[in-house]
């Protein structure tokens, strides 16, 4: 880097070597670091930030004392107490023979389904791979707008794509395999010859070059309700749920459908087992023939509600800690564009008169814990703006304000039981910031929530009204619901049934229950 006088480290490329090259070690008089984000030394092949020192280094940038603070920091490891180091931003790691492999830049990392992931380490494997020339991972939407991994390759005709699947995953978890890989004959780049990621087309998410209509009643059941989960056109019967963009939660979606549907005892394992239509129309057809659905019952909201046995399992564990910010569910939206305060509070307030958990309370009753529904509620919003403070300084008041939000508790017997602030961050850029209680929400909940708030806002400033379903059932219905099914026969059976399983193991419950 500049900084550091352009050179840093040095290593020598065999000639025949078919491996890719690392960026070797230091030069002399030159210190280098690969360090955690809490600027501590990583061990050997875990990820890090690298960090320079030595007599290379230079002063900083002319004229941005801003800038030069924020990459140029203290070095605990130095010999004098003013000893500086330079972040790089590249992601690197240490290889057995010390030698420091480049994953890519500290900005590559992204979050995936609640994964981080470290693109640069999917990329490393996929240039390991024989007939690879290059390539490069990214981050893009599919066509139900959730984010989903794509890699790049430039690779000879004979390197396939299940190859490369393959390869990546005897090397990296399950969630950091690309749910696309698309083949190119060139990465595009920018002028100066740097990868050009802007200009990485977008994969065909479920268009198969070799695309299989189905040919049975079960095939064409199945792929109608596989287009519909995964938001695609078509679906081949031959194409992989996973390849496609499925994850767990999806997976989870479309069994319930299939259920519903067509096969009420088809376990979720049978998706990972056969993953395509034409695999799981086979299992599908072994399975008993589905009866007429249930229509799930409303219950009258002239009074204190049952809870569900997961909304009573937190409602007992804050009875045990009043306060307890444990089950505080955050999540951050970073929008681009600048946030009306009115329009931000109207679409709060559609929202709470369309989702009862948002009215909900929580009481100790005579009969035990019971829910209750007010008519109307006001969800706390507070505007924030950021914009003058100095970027360094700004980052750290919206860490600031993003960890007082979080660490915010819920009375459950007073409410409401979410809040909302709103940073203004940028002239074009605002963060919202929505913390609601784990009692009324979960991971499917703020898909839904993150969804309807865009959709309801953007109506809202376009002046129509927003194009949504409506909510026949909530989920005071299904609490009621499953605590008539608890007391029923059915479940009673279910309950004997382990029991019958586990009565060869007559020590398996002797758990310690001091506390």
Known sequence: PTEDTTFSTWAVVP??????????RPIPNTQLYILDKLRQPVPVGVPGEVYIG?????????GRPDMTAERYVHNPFGATADARMYRTGDLCRYLPDSKVEYLGRIDQQVKVRGFRIELGEIESVLNRVAGVHECVAAVRADASANQQIVAYVVADATTTTDALRAALQAQVPGYMVPAAIVRLDVLPRTPNGKINRRALPDPTWGNSADFV???????AQLAAIWADVLHLDRVSVTDNFFALGGHSLLATRLIARIRAALAPDLALRAL???PTIAELALVVGEAEPVAAPVALPAVARDGPLVLSAGQERLWFFDQLTPGTILYNVPIALRLSFAVDESLLAATLHTLMLRHESWRTTFHATNAGARQRIAPEAAVPLRFVDLRSLPPVERESAIQAEALREARTSFDLATGPLVQVAALRTGAAETLVLVTQHHIITDGASVDLLTDELLTIYRALRDGHAPALPEVTRDYADYAAWQRAWLASADSHAHVAAWRGQLAEYPDILNLPTDY
Do not use: C, K
């Open 213 to 219: 209509a189905p040919r049975t009643p079960i095939e």
């Open 15 to 24: 000639r025949d070597s078919p491996l890719p090259p690392t960026v070797g």
């Open 272 to 274: 990972f087992a056969a």
């Open 54 to 62: 030595g007599m290379g280094l230079s002063l900083g940038y002319l």
